[in-house]
């Protein structure tokens, strides 16, 4: 398995655009997570799935950020519109049964820039 | 609500110095613990978990961490760390039966050599 695949892996943007960033988590693996890193907060966790359906989205920052799992191999997470404080890495990470104590499988995350 | 504290904002050590870093989780019942690491342009990785058992845990690359649960700590250690130890290193708790992993803050880590 080539493991968890994010795209793009860097994404440049003007303030007010749609932003859209993908995941392709590994296969087999029944809960993904979304999450966001600062240098001033850490590791943010933003929302995630378990089956495809979203089980807690308690850190979405607010209403510009949407994420959605049409099925078991696809994800995104879109904001829109887009503001320079939106700028972070965003990392998507698998796990087969997080709730067992199975460790989480990173992709190499997308660096968000927004001018 | 789970919550990772990780007091230790930057640590320089100079090589063969020994480390511990801190991580306090917030009370919750049963948890699983682990510290990931997330080397200079690299996706963040497993160093080592604590599901159940023996609380002294032993991970990747020397480092082990030490579960004490009455004081609700992770704290990870290394007797004698090497200049390739520069890096991030997270600490994150989810409680058994429960998918959502929280991690604290990070810590950084820079290796004089």
């Known amino acids: 398995d080539a493991g968890v695949i994010q795209s793009p892996r860097h994404e440049v943007t003007e303030m007010g655009q749609e932003v859209t960033l993908r995941c392709k988590p590994i296969s087999g693996h029944n809960s993904l997570f979304w999450y966001r890193q600062t240098m001033m907060r850490g590791l943010e966790l933003l929302i995630y799935f378990n089956n495809n359906v979203p089980i807690d989205d308690s850190g979405m920052p607010e209403d510009r950020f949407s994420a959605k799992m049409p099925n078991a191999s696809f994800s995104t997470l879109k904001i829109q519109p887009s503001e320079p404080r939106d700028s972070a890495v965003y990392f998507c990470a698998s796990s087969l049964r997080p709730d067992r104590g199975e460790k989480l499988f990173f992709g190499s995350g997308t660096q968000l820039s927004v001018l | 609500a789970q919550s990772v504290s990780q007091h230790n904002h930057h640590v320089i050590l100079s090589e063969a110095a020994s480390l511990e870093l801190g991580c306090n989780y917030s009370y919750g019942g049963t948890v699983n613990l682990f510290w990931y690491v997330q080397y200079p342009g690299q996706h963040l990785q497993l160093l080592l978990k604590?599901?159940?058992?023996?609380?002294l845990v032993k991970g990747i690359k020397g480092f082990e961490a030490e579960f004490i649960k009455s004081k609700f700590s992770f704290n990870l250690r290394k007797p004698s760390v090497q200049w390739s130890d520069t890096a991030e290193y997270f600490c994150?708790?989810?409680?058994?039966?429960?998918?959502?992993?929280?991690f604290g803050t990070g810590t950084r880590l820079t290796i004089i050599p």
């Open positions: 604590y599901f159940s058992g023996d609380p």
């Open positions: 994150a708790v989810n409680f058994f039966g429960n998918e959502k992993l929280t």
